[in-house]
């Protein structure tokens, strides 16, 4: 489903990315996780096409991110993102933010791109608040409701970038307990995140990176039970901690 | 010694419907050129903003250029010279009244450069994780712009616009110089004709004042509201 091949990418003289390989198949969950400025934000941004990179290819679904024949806003329209910092519209109502992409980048009816709105808040748990505004709402519920608006476009896959660093912790179970359901019914997914306990839960894989490159690449199991790596041990005992 | 003024204000009521007259022609000005200016100024912030350096430059270049020049030297090269320049490249028949068209023209022009200004600043406080988002969701860049940032940033941006709006509105007394009939030209007509030119400007000085002073008195409610909101 997503494949990344022998990625770099720099600012300037810093390399952020440094021939980054790994893939996601279909109905695979991967958990990317790595000390901040490893380069994890960035890597999961490429994928979609957010951050351009310099080398190497990213091929989703079959089709090449880093092509400039390839048209990005048709691609971003069947991949879901999900941001940090939610970046609801705050000027629309929610349910304006789960019909906008349906109505203008899929050119669904009015109807029935508040049909499948209203399913997908019911299905976060948010039904009854399609009329009120993003700023009404707590971040853990604004959260979810991005994730509704994501998947509104019926994508291929979904991206989490930190989904829960911006909430507060009581609010963060809520919003896995959204993206575990969504793992479970078989959604291709790549989750930039810090959450552990997630990863143990749903990830197949778990993707660890540090300065730009991608240090382990391991099941799950093997991950968690013996990291190949010091970096990534390190990062374990610290981060297992608490 | 001399003698204390006598104020008479005796040829104000009579002369009402000459003033209204001219308040209408005022407030055409000052309305068309805040709509052109505004538009024209959108297109130019956005150009200022865009990664094609011409655009941008052209962009940067006219603003300053603009914001460099008194307003009152702008009017005049639109009363003097596009009406000539009309006449040779159109034909349009000598003496053709194009004064309120040049007027328009000329602050549209002018005010565009003030309004992309502020209209960049409304834009750029639009975080960038909107337009992210935006783009995420399968949207272009116009559709991004259009649907996402542009009504946040008008938002953030109205009580500037209408500030700036206020401004337009006192700065139109300028067409004078063209001897328009707007709202001042219209007075000091008047008082030019009765001989009372102080008590015409005092008046039309109350009028602007009472005008600009309730509008502001607006802006101020709604940035209040706003900040709530």
């Known amino acids: 489903m997503i494949i990344i091949d022998n990625v770099s990418k720099r600012y300037g003289d810093f390399q952020v990315l440094t021939d980054c390989t790994t893939k996601v198949g279909k109905g695979e969950v991967v958990v990317v996780c790595g000390p901040s400025g490893s380069g994890k934000s960035t890597l999961i941004k490429c994928v979609n096409g957010l951050e351009p990179f310099h080398r190497g290819e990213i091929k989703v679904n079959g089709v090449s991110v880093g092509d400039p024949k390839t048209v990005l806003a048709k691609l971003r329209a069947h991949v879901g993102m999900v941001f940090q910092n939610f970046e609801l519209f705050p000027h629309m109502t929610i349910m304006e933010n789960l019909t906008v992409a349906q109505l203008k980048v899929l050119g669904r009816e009015k109807a029935e791109a508040e049909e499948r709105g209203k399913q997908l808040l019911d299905r976060v748990g948010l039904g009854a608040q399609a009329l009120k505004y993003p700023g009404q709402l707590s971040g853990g519920q604004q959260q979810r409701v991005a994730i509704a608006r994501a998947l509104a476009m019926d994508p291929v896959c979904m991206l989490f970038d930190e989904p829960t660093s911006a909430l507060d912790p009581e609010m963060i179970n809520e919003v896995l307990d959204v993206m575990t359901e969504l793992a479970q019914e078989g959604m291709t997914m790549m989750c930039v995140t810090h959450e552990m306990g997630f990863a143990r839960r749903v990830a197949h894989r778990v993707v660890f990176m540090d300065h730009g490159c991608i240090v382990e690449d391991d099941a799950k199991e093997a991950f968690f039970a013996h990291p190949s790596s010091e970096r990534a041990r390190q990062f374990l005992a610290k981060i297992l901690h608490h | ?229």
Request: aromatic content about 16%.
């Open chain 2, 1 to 229: 010694m001399h003698e204390i003024y006598e104020f008479d204000w005796s040829s104000i009521p009579g002369a009402l419907p000459y003033l209204m007259h001219g308040m209408v022609i005022s407030l055409e000005i000052t309305a068309s050129a805040v709509i052109f200016g505004i538009v024209w100024g959108t297109l130019l912030a956005m150009m200022r903003l865009s990664s094609i350096s011409p655009l941008s430059w052209f962009a940067a270049g006219y603003v300053n250029l603009f914001r460099s020049i008194p307003l009152v030297m702008v009017l005049l090269w639109f009363f003097l010279i596009i009406p000539h320049l009309l006449e040779t490249i159109f034909g349009f028949p000598r003496g053709t009244d194009l004064r309120f068209g040049s007027a328009i023209a000329g602050f549209a022009l002018f005010e565009a450069a003030y309004y992309a200004e502020i209209i960049r600043a409304g834009i750029q406080s639009v975080p960038k994780g909107q337009i992210s988002a935006a783009n995420a969701l399968g949207m272009t860049y116009g559709q991004g712009m259009w649907l996402v940032v542009l009504p946040q940033a008008f938002r953030n941006m109205v009580p500037l616009l209408l500030t700036q709006a206020i401004i337009l509105f006192q700065d139109t007394s300028l067409v004078y110089v063209s001897a328009l009939a707007d709202f001042f030209g219209a007075a000091y007509k008047v008082g030019d004709r009765d001989g009372r030119l102080v008590e015409m400007l005092l008046f039309a000085g109350a009028v602007y004042f009472i005008i600009c002073f309730a509008f502001s008195q607006l802006v101020r409610y709604y940035q209040k509201k706003l900040k709530v909101a």
